[in-house]
T-cell receptor
């Protein structure tokens, strides 16, 4: 609906697994973002990419590893996660990095760590 | 720490009535943008309205308007003539440079 797609929509993984979340935007945007949305907590900005370069890393544990191979795709590689990492992971994109740019969000990946 | 506070976890409004959602924020910066996003159940988050901190005039988008009080660091959202489709989680947010901060959200219920 917003031009940002995420796969998978749901993911259950054990603490020793390695998985990846994928985000794709069809809007020709230059900036992409990963957010974590936990129940009853504010959205937390995790990573910001602009033109495939990481420009922001908000003290995210190293068990989360982002990758941006081109301006249309963003990945979040997961390994040795903890149960508290269970959350909705949202991807977003914007035309540029400017403060005024609207962010377009994907539907999210519901992650459960068992 | 820079934070955004939405003091109303849940709000309810009668269809066709008006409701105001509260938001306060804390920052020492003077140049920033404020946003209200809407997240309908099981649907993607979308922008409702935005406000540049340097503009004194309150932003309006059809039935949605804001009351921006910069000195008080307050940014409330008013929804007029509420419709059933307005039912959603509403998030207040501000952006300073590359940092985007969100509130915990207000769940709005619209009663027919």
């Amino acid at each position: 609906e917003t031009g940002v797609t995420q796969t998978p929509r749901h993911l259950v993984m054990g603490m020793t697994n390695k998985k990846s979340l994928k985000c794709e935007q069809h809007l020709g945007h230059n900036a992409m973002y990963w957010y974590k949305q936990s129940a009853k907590k504010p959205l937390e900005l995790m990573f910001v990419y602009s033109l495939e370069e990481r420009v922001e890393n908000n003290s995210v544990p190293s068990r989360f590893s982002p990758e941006c191979p081109n301006s249309s795709h963003l990945f979040l590689h997961l390994h040795t996660l903890q149960p508290e990492d269970s959350a909705l992971y949202l991807c977003a994109s914007s035309q540029g990095l400017g403060q005024n740019y609207e962010q377009y969000f994907g539907p999210g990946t519901r992650l459960t760590v068992t | 720490a820079q934070t955004v506070t939405q003091s109303q976890p849940e709000m309810s409004v009668q269809e066709a009535e008006t409701v105001t959602l509260s938001c306060t924020y804390d920052t020492s910066e003077s140049d920033y943008y404020l946003f209200w996003y809407k997240q309908p159940p099981s649907r993607q988050m979308i922008l409702v309205i935005r406000q540049e901190a340097y503009k004194q005039q309150n932003a309006t988008e059809n039935r949605f308007s804001v009351n921006f009080q910069k000195a008080a660091k307050s940014f409330s959202l008013k929804i007029s003539d509420s419709q059933l489709g307005d039912a959603a989680m509403y998030f207040c947010a501000y952006r300073i440079h590359n940092d985007m901060r969100f509130g915990a959200g207000t769940r709005l219920t619209v009663k027919p």
